[in-house]
């Protein structure tokens, strides 16, 4: 039985997208499934907006999700090199060999005339398409146009009346006519190849047995075919990934910044929540289950069960897929995660890191059940390193000034002075045995605490919030508290 090789080709002209990802992602689940190699090449041929960093970058965000590669530009292999730019010889000896059986000739169209033809064919209700200008020339011809210095491409000869067809593994059959593509670029005036003519020799030298790949390579699909039908080769099976589209219905564009794997990295999402979230966007698991480890998704992955329609981003799922695993980690691991954030808020400095560790671990244990991001940990923790807290809203004030609230933080002050440990435990039985004794409802006595301590009517469990503040802190906000009313 062959051996199953997928590859994921970004080119490293920016971050890594989430619809990149995705497709990362659903390769290598199908190589780990079918105990395949998954490779990754770069596709860096668009020299101007490429570079090493973009290209470092993403195999980061890669290892970053768990994603790794049997074949690829940093770890080698058997059928490298990786880069395309490393390749252009390979392709230059593949487009001589088409030009000389015939399969391609140069045509020298300036930009102008096409653009001029292509306007021509709109006004007349036509789909613009090359019409073969060039098609024919003669030796003679061509001779002439080079040695007056015209500058050439390569155009693919489409055979007349061909029809194009395949099985798509998610789209299922799949029919071109011949007609809808004319003599297409493989070459360009610089010698560069372009994408269809390298991804399918890269493809074929490299082994790739499927192509996984988002919808939009579609129609780059039947050209793709031709050439492999040219050159007497094997198509790979193709399975074209649905588009991702935004809330608003509207395609999500690989230029939106917004939606990169670095920036939810940066705003505080776990490696194990963007892998999940991925996951789902396009792929329906049997049954209701939402929660996928790496290990899970290796298990239960098929391509049968990805949908053929867009997949919407549910920025609500996301978060609650995130919240589920920030609750799920340790406090020691969130605060590792979360340290940039209170650096950049100022609560923390290098110098005091581990001095003040302990007593951070806390505060994290504390309030990391109500994240949603990461990012969200300087707003949730700010009235632990604050000397005074104010009511934050209306609704605030109000609580303090309810007729019960100088009985209460009387008595909850005489409760913990007398305790020998101000643990969250301890803390705990001693606002029930206050509530009991005041005939007061748990609200009644939680809501004023929580406000004189915080400033808002809702967060951390009040218990831990009066462990980590202490005593003497404790007894000051609520005699700030008082002086408010």
């Known amino acids: 039985m062959q051996e199953v090789r997928v590859r994921f080709a970004p080119s490293p002209t920016g971050p890594l997208h989430i619809g990149g990802a995705r497709t990362a992602l659903f390769n290598w689940l199908f190589a780990q499934k079918t105990g395949g190699k998954c490779i990754l090449r770069s596709e860096d041929t668009d020299r101007e907006r490429s570079s090493h960093e973009a290209e470092q970058a993403i195999m980061r965000d890669l290892a970053w999700l768990g ?3 049997d074949e690829g530009v940093d770890v080698g292999g ?4 990786y880069r395309q730019t490393e390749r252009l010889d390979i392709y230059a000896r593949f487009a001589r060999r088409f030009l000389q059986d015939g399969l391609a000739y140069q045509c020298f169209c300036s930009e102008q005339e096409l653009a001029e033809q292509r306007r ?9 398409r090359y019409l073969g200008r060039c098609r024919n020339l003669s030796e003679e011809d061509r001779a002439r146009l080079l040695a ?3 500058k050439a491409v390569v155009r693919f000869r489409v ?7 395949f099985k798509d593994l998610i789209q299922g059959e799949i029919e071109f006519a011949g007609e809808e593509i004319s003599d297409f670029i493989i070459v ?33 699909t039947p050209r793709q075919i031709l ?13 074209h990934i649905p588009f991702i589209l935004d809330e608003d219905r509207t395609r999500m564009s690989q230029s939106q910044g917004n939606v990169s794997v670095d920036e939810y990295r940066k705003r505080g999402y776990l490696p194990e929540t963007v892998v999940n979230f991925l996951a789902l966007l396009g792929w329906s698991p049997e049954g209701e289950q939402e929660i996928y480890s790496l290990a899970d998704l290796v298990e239960h992955f098929s391509l049968e069960r990805v949908f053929r329609s867009a997949a919407v981003f549910d920025e609500e799922r996301l978060k609650r897929l995130n919240a589920h695993y920030i609750k799920k980690s340790s406090a020691e691991r969130i605060l590792d995660l979360a340290l940039p954030h209170l650096v950049a808020a100022g609560y923390v400095e290098s110098a005091t890191l581990e001095e003040q560790r302990p007593w951070l671990l806390r505060v994290v244990a504390a309030v990391k059940d109500g994240l949603t991001e990461l990012e969200q940990i300087g707003e949730q923790v700010d009235f632990f390193f604050t000397p005074t807290v104010k009511p934050q809203d209306n609704k605030a004030r109000q609580v303090l000034r309810e007729e019960q609230v100088p009985t209460v933080f009387d008595s909850v002050l005489e409760h913990l002075a007398a305790l020998p440990e101000l643990t969250p435990e301890a803390v705990r039985t001693e606002l029930r045995r206050i509530s009991r004794e005041l005939g007061l409802t748990a609200r009644r006595v939680y809501m004023p605490l929580r406000v004189a301590l915080t400033g808002r009517t809702q967060g951390s469990e009040l218990f831990h919030v009066i462990s980590i503040l202490g005593l003497e802190k404790v ?6 508290a008082l002086a408010l009313r």
């Open 78 to 81: 058997p059928r490298g090199p």
């Open 475 to 480: 007894r000051e906000r609520l005699n700030a």
């Open 159 to 165: 055979p007349s009346g061909s029809i194009i067809k």
């Open 67 to 69: 994603i790794s590669w």
């Open 120 to 128: 021509e064919m709109l006004a007349h209700g036509e789909t613009p």
């Open 148 to 150: 007056e210095g015209k």
């Open 188 to 220: 360009k005036p610089d010698g560069t190849p372009t994408y269809n003519f390298a991804v399918v020799i890269d493809d074929h030298l490299m082994g790739i047995t499927h192509v996984l790949r988002g919808e939009e390579h579609l129609r780059n």
């Open 227 to 239: 050439l492999y039908q040219a050159m007497g080769w094997k198509a790979p099976q193709f399975a």
